[in-house]
């Protein structure tokens, strides 16, 4: 599951050239530290569940790495607020599914078997979910992506991470004609947009109490800010 995973995940954003940068990425990552909103045994569940949608491997350091569970976590108590009772629930059931099919807690598991846990609930093939484990499989994802790609400002993206993956250089203020050309080779600019004047903070909600709702414009091309995916689950080759 974990490279078909990683490579629809960038198909879905549409990002051709996220899987042939040269090198990984090396970030420094600091402790996880207690969870804001989740329970102590929720947020193991979700930092294993997000760490197996986006793995790190030769391409690059993935959703622990870049902190998509924290993001998820703190903005439960903020934009996502409304989520927090089928994280809840969700959660629980995954690990009550992990226990039953599989002998151990899910966060448990190992890799391998985590995966086939995460492709039952993906085909809704595991019970004991309201509504149904494709659902809550395909909400976890969603926000898993808004974690790894939108402004670090809000708690996830850490050291950039996903921003170095698909190769996106930054905000610019001002494109030069140079910038524009075919083939060009941009130097990154690591900023939050919130690091430039024109750019309120005033606007948003505090980032360590409740994270605002992620502005369109500071996500990747091809994605919104709403709670769930209008298609549904993961992507698959047909």
Not at 34 to 63: K, M, Q, W, Y
Not at 143 to 151: K, N, P, S
Not at 180 to 190: G, S
């Amino acid at each position: 599951m974990s490279d078909g995973s990683r490579r629809d995940l960038f198909r879905w954003l549409g990002t051709a050239a996220a899987l042939s940068l040269g090198g990984s990425v090396m970030a420094e990552t600091e402790g996880r530290g207690a969870p804001e909103n989740l329970t102590p045994a929720e947020a193991d569940i979700l930092e294993a569940f997000c760490d197996r949608l986006v793995p790190s491997d030769a391409h690059g350091a993935g959703a622990a790495e870049a902190r998509a569970a924290r993001y998820i976590d703190r903005a439960l108590g903020g934009a996502l607020a409304a989520s927090r009772e089928d994280y809840r629930a969700g959660l629980m059931a995954l690990d009550a599914y992990a226990v039953k099919s599989k002998g151990r807690n899910f966060a448990k598991l190992a890799p391998a078997e985590q995966d086939a846990v995460l492709t039952d609930l993906e085909k809704n093939a595991a019970p004991g979910f309201t509504p149904d484990s494709a659902t809550f499989f395909a909400l976890v994802h969603f926000h898993t992506v808004q974690g790894m790609f939108g402004d670090p400002y809000y708690g996830g993206n850490a050291g950039f991470i996903g921003w170095t993956l698909l190769g996106y250089p930054g905000i610019r203020l001002a494109v030069s004609k140079e910038d524009q050309a075919e083939n060009a080779h941009l130097t990154p600019i690591r900023k939050s947009a919130y690091d430039f004047p024109m750019f309120n903070k005033a606007d948003t909600d505090t980032p360590t109490a409740r994270p605002a709702r992620i502005a369109e414009r500071h996500l990747p091309d091809g994605m919104s800010s709403g709670g769930m995916p209008g298609a549904g689950g993961m992507p698959h080759d047909h």
